[in-house]
């Protein structure tokens, strides 16, 4: 059984910089991008807590991710993954392993990664 550990997921911030969300106080394990991300979960196993940054790439720094129409279309452009896919894997991944998920936040800046996070692994939970 390996360590209980929380995965804080956002390609520039640092923990104790997300001061618009109530983190726990604990000792975070960073990750920036999603294989990254992957990779953790793969060795570690499932966290006990994970924090989502959605915005990954300067790719993603568009204005207009904040805008539900333009989402979809800007989302399918890029070439790096985001918060989104990185929510999707661990969702397949609790599947495929018959795992629960863990506890879990989106504290990206973007109104509309945030909800599309929150969304999916809500929507996971309530299966």
């Known amino acids: 059984m390996n360590k209980p550990y929380y995965l804080f997921?956002?390609?520039?911030?640092?923990?104790?910089?997300?001061?618009?969300?109530?983190?726990?106080l604990v000792e975070w394990v960073i990750v920036r991008n999603y294989n990254?991300?992957?990779?953790?979960?793969?060795e570690e196993g499932m966290p006990v807590f994970?924090?989502?940054?959605?915005?990954?790439?300067?790719?993603?720094?568009?204005?207009?991710?904040y805008d539900n129409r333009e989402y979809n279309k800007l989302y399918k452009s890029f070439k790096e993954k985001t918060g989104m896919d990185c929510a999707r894997w661990l969702v397949n991944y609790c599947l495929d392993n018959g795992l629960k998920m863990c506890n879990y936040q989106?504290?990206?800046?973007?109104?509309?990664?945030?909800?599309?996070?929150?969304s999916l692994l809500n929507n996971f939970?309530?299966?």
């Open 125 to 127: 939970n309530n299966r």
């Open 36 to 42: 990254e991300f992957v990779q953790k979960i793969e």
């Open 9 to 24: 997921l956002d390609d520039e911030r640092y923990p104790k910089q997300v001061t618009w969300a109530n983190l726990p």
């Open 106 to 118: 989106a504290h990206t800046m973007n109104p509309v990664g945030k909800q599309n996070i929150e």
């Open 50 to 65: 994970i924090s989502f940054d959605h915005d990954l790439a300067d790719e993603h720094y568009n204005k207009a991710m």
